[in-house]
């Protein structure tokens, strides 16, 4: 698993933003500190409640100068729709190869559920040289980050 002080994997995928377009990691570090924020799945109650959690404080996390990117395996059109629903004013990256999840070392399975490969409920603080200052990897997708931890994280940086 990546972790505090590892070069964060660059990754390029589609971003939904309002539309769909390409997001490049090591193109937007100097957006960083960059808070990327895995989650398992759109739609769903725990989810829905952590990208609210996000959206709520991003005032402060922007403040603070950071970037909030939401990631799961979600197609790009499925995230646009559930960035609408939610009202987020912070773009989605989909990583539907799940290409990023691999490389950050956090699939997991439902498979009681016949789901499998999403993402595990996880966030990255990435600075701008490209390496992570904050990892929270959770294995209970019904666990929530420490909102707050991560906020202070960010300001950290700043």
Known sequence: MVDVSDSAPDFTAPLANGDVDSFSLSEHLDEAPLVLAFFPGAFTSVCSHEMNEFQDKLEEFQAAGASV??????????????????????????????????????????????????????????????????????????????????????????
């Not at 799940?98 to 409920?121: N, Q, S, T, W």
């Open 69 to 158: 990117y939401g990631i799961s395996v979600d197609s790009p059109f499925a995230l646009n729709e559930f960035r609408e629903k939610l009202g987020l004013q912070f773009d989605l990256i989909s990583d539907a190869e799940k290409d990023i999840i691999e490389a950050y070392d956090i699939p997991m399975d439902f498979a009681d559920l016949g789901v499998y490969d999403v993402a595990k409920r996880s966030v990255f603080v990435v600075d701008d040289d490209g390496d992570v200052r904050y990892a929270w990897v959770s294995d209970d997708p019904g666990v929530e980050p420490d909102y707050e931890e991560v906020l202070a994280e960010v300001q950290d940086l700043a």
